[in-house]
Nanobody
Framework: QVQLVESGGGLVQPGGSLRLTCAASGFTLEGYTMGWFRQAPGKEREAISC????????HYADSVKGRFTISRDNAKNTVYLQMNNLKPEDAAVYHCAADGILFRQCVLSPDRFEYWGQGTQVTVSS
């Protein structure tokens, strides 16, 4: 059974940093594109970042480019999202997701992802 579990969310002041972790079980994420998405109350789900398995290609949404960094540790079956210089508008529930097709390039679209975690809450407030 595929399972993705996010952790690392919390309350942080504007300008602060958090590192989100997505631990995968039930499958080996090494061959799959992984992504991070977020959803704030009353807003649509937003694609944040993805990382391809084959060549490590990275994509970021313009809203987080230069502040967020996605990475993966295949040995630990884990994906990370380092978030720096957080802003109030970054507050949301953050979800990680896994593509269900091997070696497909990452595309920042929810339709490309088959497996989803339950999410971790990020709050940015002074």
């Amino acid at each position: 059974q595929v399972q993705l579990v996010e952790s690392g969310g919390g309350l942080v002041q504007p300008g602060g940093s958090l590192r989100l972790t997505c631990a995968a079980s039930g499958f080996t994420l090494e061959g799959y594109t992984m992504g991070w998405f977020r959803q704030a109350p009353g807003k649509e789900r937003e694609a944040i970042s993805c990382i391809s398995s084959r060549d490590g290609t990275l994509h970021y949404a313009d809203s987080v480019k230069g502040r967020f960094t996605i990475s993966r540790d295949n040995a630990k079956n884990t994906v990370y999202l380092q978030m720096n210089n957080l802003k109030p508008e970054d507050a949301a529930v953050y979800h990680c997701a896994a593509d269900g097709i091997l070696f497909r390039q990452c595309v920042l679209s929810p339709d490309r992802f088959e497996y989803w975690g339950q999410g971790t809450q990020v709050t940015v407030s002074s």
